[in-house]
């Protein structure tokens, strides 16, 4: 809580307190969003270890476009947020039309426990960091795309706390390529350019969120191709957790060949 309260008095030294605390700037600006029917700076408390929530926002002009995302408040809360879920659904966009919107209603997914990351790629931070929300602040927050991105109008701040768990069992990965099961500490091969079947279960029946470097993988088919002709795919598994299952992160390594370079 003490996290939030700060970056609130850090906001306002930086004019953005006119978004963060509402005030007289609303009735010149018209701009707002709230987040399950409550407004700027309220708290969403007692949440279960993943929660859909109702983003919704008011008058969002033509050239705006507006992103929400779910984020570790920053130990200096004067800055960006650098650690932020990218799990599916924690993250959304909304694009600007070139029409003024009067009302536009999204869902975003807050989970207690994420594998954080920048969500600002052209900073160069690749870093990534294990997040519990539980023992720190953590927010969702919405703010403007493109040149829009520093105006503070577009600027919201909503806490999310989240309830106790007790105990919860450790969860398992079932990863297989070609139906053949993949061996711990293995790195099999994988084709550049060609699509290998490959799935990945999770004992506890939670969907996992899978994202890759050098590959494409894609749960939906069932397929993971190689993106480079030679060098490696990294795949990082990862689910959020439940009240019986805890949080699971994993990588696997794969070799990229390219056939043809054979010919």
């Known amino acids: 809580m003490n996290a939030r309260m700060n970056f609130v008095a850090a906001a306002g030294s930086l004019g953005l307190g006119a ?89 975003i997914t807050v989970n207690a426990e994420f594998i954080g990351s920048n969500p600002n790629r052209a900073s160069g931070d690749q870093g990534t960091d294990a997040i519990d929300c539980r023992e720190q602040a953590c927010a969702v927050y919405t703010l403007g795309s493109g040149r829009e991105f520093v105006n503070p109008t577009y600027l919201r701040f909503f806490s999310t706390e989240f309830a106790a768990v007790g105990p919860r069992e450790d969860d398992a990965m079932k990863m297989r390529l070609r139906n053949k099961p993949v061996a711990e500490n293995a790195v099999p091969r994988i084709r550049y350019g060609k699509d290998v079947r490959f799935t990945v279960r999770m004992t506890s029946g939670l969907a996992p969120t899978v994202t890759s470097t050098n590959c494409r993988v894609d749960l939906d088919t069932k397929t993971i191709r190689g993106l480079v002709r030679n060098g490696n795919c990294t795949v990082v598994v990862t689910t959020a957790g439940d009240t019986e299952f805890a949080p699971f992160v994993s990588e696997q390594k794969f070799k990229i060949r390219d056939r043809s370079a054979k010919r």
């Open 19 to 107: 978004a963060l605390m509402a005030g007289t700037a609303q009735a010149v600006e018209p701009f707002d969003a709230t987040l399950n029917g409550l407004p700027n700076n309220s708290v969403i408390a007692d949440l279960p270890p993943s929660s859909d929530l109702s983003l919704a926002v008011d008058n969002l002009p033509a050239q705006a476009g507006l992103y929400g995302i779910h984020c570790a408040v920053p130990a200096d809360p004067r800055g960006a947020p650098t650690r932020c879920d990218s799990a599916a659904g924690t993250a959304i966009f909304i694009t600007p039309v070139g029409v003024d919107r009067a009302e536009i209603v999204e869902s």
